[in-house]
């Protein structure tokens, strides 16, 4: 990629931190306590007719802002999972005319049925354990000595500043971008913050960041469209996901270059941000339990538990939309064809009579699946790059910064948001 930036679509000032954050804000929904008042909805209504998101939390959802709203809220872990286990019943398609029409359509989380199953077919190798861990090592190095080793003589820090930059770095690097120009990945990062925070339902702030979305669109897409046909010239045999999906083939036919630049665009949103979410949330949740962290210090292969316990206990995304193909009935409820369901996978991931103890924060509980990462046939793609790049940050943040700790002169981190949920600032001192 070697046309500069300013020759890039020009959209107005918006930097990485600032479209994160607006992202952050966009979803941030009132000052309430979401636990709470989702433990008295399972005890109360269980089967809420009506859209609790838009009457309680006020923050967009995936379907955008001129779909009907949810006709049916569910809070329990039984009647989540049937929903989210059915996509036959239970469909993405409407998404395709929300956030999906950022990306022309042509975005999985859209897609439903074979058409869904060939696109994720198209995409999961890149992601695939086997695949991953071949880049683990350089994940561990990136994270170590161009993050990591320059802040440690400094013995404090937020730990934001790189849980913000670090998975960017890595996830667009295994999509295929050249890793040796974080200036240019950030950008690209920044213009796909700005498509999700286009993602409005009040008129005035629809204003403000539609225009800023609508030129992010046409920069990504010009600038993974570089990105691609440079590879195909280079001949496309990397084990990046450009030079995959150029070599796969899609409904009968190899992608051209605006098929593959469109799939690529439409992952970049979540990649790296959602794992940076989560990144605040784990690592508020271990160092408010100092014992836990020593624990986990001199115990190492606990940081898979407790990464999946902290994506139980504060999942990212506390809801899934779902659009029922026939008429049916949850819990009682009549739900109609095309009316949409709101899954709280929140209040799910806390349901008692799911989980023992369930408002305990505890590595050590029993396995089952829980909704962090979506479940079913929609389950996050990049989950197991998300929790490798995970893993490396914490190990080398608990070997770097000896007696890590919460920084006593600075305010507690605090974990909040309606949905996209994660700490905003994480500020430690080590010795």
């Given amino acids: 990629m070697n046309a ?81 286990r059915d996509a036959a019943t239970f469909t993405n398609g409407f998404i395709a005319e929300g956030l999906g029409a950022f ?15 060939r696109a994720r077919n198209l995409l999961q190798p890149v992601f695939m354990p086997e695949t991953v861990n071949r880049w683990r090592p350089e994940i561990d190095r990136v994270i170590r000595q161009d993050f990591l080793e320059p802040m440690v003589p400094a013995k404090r820090a937020e730990l934001m500043d790189f849980g913000l930059y670090f998975p960017i770095r890595e996830m667009y690097a295994l999509m295929g971008f050249p890793s040796d120009d974080p200036a240019r990945f950030n950008q690209y990062a920044t213009w796909a913050l700005a498509m999700v925070a286009g993602n409005q339902i009040d008129p005035e702030k629809i204003k403000i960041y539609g225009p800023i979305a609508a030129a992010a669109v046409k920069s990504l897409y010009d600038a993974v469209k570089e ?40 992952l970049l949103p979540a990649a790296g941000e959602t794992t940076t979410r989560t990144f605040s949330s784990v690592m508020t949740l271990l160092l408010e339990r100092p014992a836990l962290v020593e624990r986990v210090r001199n115990d190492r292969s606990l940081i898979p538990k407790l990464i999946d316990e902290a994506v139980r206990y504060e999942p990212v ?13 949850i819990g009682g409820v009549k739900v109609a064809k095309g009316a949409l369901v709101q899954c709280m996978v929140i209040s799910a991931n806390r349901d008692e009579e799911a989980f023992e103890n369930a408002d305990v924060f505890d590595i050590d509980r029993k396995p089952k699946p829980s909704f962090g990462f979506g479940f079913g046939t929609h389950m996050c793609i990049g989950q197991f790059v998300a929790k490798v790049e995970l893993q490396c940050a914490i190990n080398a943040i608990l070997d770097l910064f000896p007696n890590i700790r919460l920084d006593p002169d600075k305010p507690a981190p605090q974990i909040a948001g309606a949905q996209l949920r994660g700490a905003k600032s994480v500020p430690v001192i080590w010795d």
Avoid at 60 to 78: D, E, H, S, V
Avoid at 109 to 116: I, R, V
Avoid at 246 to 261: I, K, N, P, S, W
Wanted: glycine content about 6%.
């Fill in 4 to 84: 500069p930036l300013a020759t890039q679509t020009a959209i107005p000032e918006l930097d990485l931190e600032a479209a994160y954050h607006a992202v952050s804000d966009t979803f941030r929904g009132p000052d309430l306590d979401i636990q709470a008042l989702c433990r008295e909805m399972r005890q109360k209504n269980p089967v809420m007719e009506g859209d609790f998101v838009a009457t309680h939390l006020g923050v967009p959802t995936n379907a955008g802002a001129k779909a009907a709203k949810c006709a049916i809220t569910l809070f329990k872990y039984k009647d989540v999972m049937a929903v989210m």
């Fill in 103 to 117: 990306f022309d359509g042509l975005i999985v989380l859209a897609m439903d049925g074979d058409a869904h199953r």
């Fill in 227 to 266: 990105a691609v046909v440079q590879r195909r010239a280079a001949g496309a045999q990397g084990d990046d996901l450009i030079s995959r999906l150029m070599r796969a083939e899609y409904e009968g036919h190899q992608l051209d270059d605006h098929e593959v630049t469109t799939f690529v665009r439409s």
């Fill in 317 to 329: 995304a506390t809801f899934k939309v779902r659009q029922a193909s026939r008429d049916v009935e």
